[in-house]
Each structure stands twice: as structure tokens, then as C-alpha cells.
């Protein structure tokens, strides 16, 4: 399912005078719907495209396509994300810090 160009629609929809609830209406798609495809949030379905499509395009008008509605998907592949620094995944071990093994140290003057 592709993604609308939002500014593209947003602007042709103002263009006409007309607001997402008439688009709505003219186009019998649901407005929750309509309304995230418009702001870009959610994909549309092809035949709902279409149907935007006809809806924005009265007689009289520049015509517009069906590319010119719909998002570029190349342009729009988010980046992957940056590689994080890996750390160590726990503290050392006490056994690699001591070097060799030593009993407590005994104070002399308490033993006598």
C-alpha cells in the first residue's frame, strides 16, 4: 500500500476550498482514515487512491495523476541507524584483577 505525499494533497486540498471531512465525504473513506493518510502517518489503499484521486480533480482544473498523489518510496527509506559503541556486557572478573592470591594481613602485636 503506498503512502500519500501529504504536502501534495494538503495544498490541492485547500486549493479547492474543501476541508479532510468533505474529501471524505465525496470519496466515501472513512475521515480517521483519510486523515492519517493525509498527514503521512499511515498508507492508503490503491482503489481509495483512485477514489481521492477523482475527488480531487473537478472539470475545470489543472488534472492531476496518480504519481503526482502518491510518495516517493525510494526518497522516503528511512536511514538506518547510527552504530552505537559496544561496551563491555559486564563488569570484570574479581580473578582477573588479583594477580596472585594473599591471605589477610595479620596484625603482629594482636597475635602475641
Excluded at 71 to 78: Q, S
Aim: proline fraction near 12%.
Amino acid at each position: 500500500m503506498p503512502k500519500l505525499n501529504s504536502e501534495r494533497v494538503k495544498h490541492r486540498i485547500a486549493e479547492l476550498g474543501l476541508s479532510v471531512e468533505d474529501v471524505s465525504v465525496r470519496t466515501d473513506i472513512p475521515y480517521g482514515t483519510l486523515r492519517n493518510a493525509v498527514a503521512g502517518r499511515d498508507p492508503i489503499k490503491l482503489n481509495r487512491a483512485y477514489r481521492l484521486l477523482d475527488a480531487l480533480n473537478p472539470p475545470g482544473r489543472a488534472r492531476l495523476v496518480i504519481a503526482d498523489l502518491l510518495a516517493d518510496t525510494a526518497a522516503e527509506k528511512p536511514a538506518e541507524p547510527p552504530q552505537q559503541p559496544q561496551g563491555p556486557k559486564a563488569p570484570p572478573r574479581r580473578q582477573d584483577n588479583e594477580q596472585e592470591r594473599k591471605a589477610p594481613k595479620r596484625i603482629n602485636a594482636a597475635v602475641a
